[in-house]
């Protein structure tokens, strides 16, 4: 088997066929809101912006811009540490635990409906394969990360 045509014509059809299309379009979010708010809606507590950047791996300067677009929907609020200025603790608010549990509630209802379409032994399948991809990827790229230099 040829891997790299392999992964060419994998990458070509979720390019060609807008994979995430169905559930981006849904989401009234962008891609780095939704995955602020999706970080946020994990925790208990509060998060660290510096957090939030190292989980992202954006720009304070990025992330300031996502924050300033979640609070003005009312959805995140940031609290400036008094100590240090240089320092904010993100906190998602109320109406932003309704709104992100309803997109959940959104997408998981698009991926249920597809797996119902696909059969019971195709979504098992697919299930233990996307595992399997997804775990041969991380080792993958943290074997070229080493390679590089990378942390």
């Not at 060609?16 to 995955?35: A, C, D, T, V, W």
């Amino acid at each position: 088997m040829d891997y790299n045509e392999a992964a060419h014509d994998f990458l070509r059809e979720m390019h060609l066929n807008k994979f995430n299309e169905p559930i981006h379009r849904l989401q009234r979010l962008s891609k780095g809101e939704m995955f602020t708010m999706m970080l946020l809606s994990e925790k208990s507590s509060p998060i660290t912006a510096g957090d939030i950047c190292t989980a992202m791996n954006v720009s304070s300067a990025r992330l300031s811009a996502i924050l300033e677009k979640l609070e003005k929907k009312g959805i995140v609020e940031r609290h400036i540490d008094e100590t240090d200025r240089r320092k904010a603790s993100v906190f998602i608010t109320e109406d932003g635990r309704r709104f992100i549990t309803a997109e959940k509630d959104a997408m998981n209802q698009i991926v249920a409906a597809s797996f119902q379409k696909i059969g019971e032994r195709d979504t098992k399948e697919f299930i233990r394969i996307s595992r399997a991809f997804i775990e041969a990827i991380a080792e993958v790229s943290a074997q070229i990360d080493k390679q590089n230099g990378a942390n």
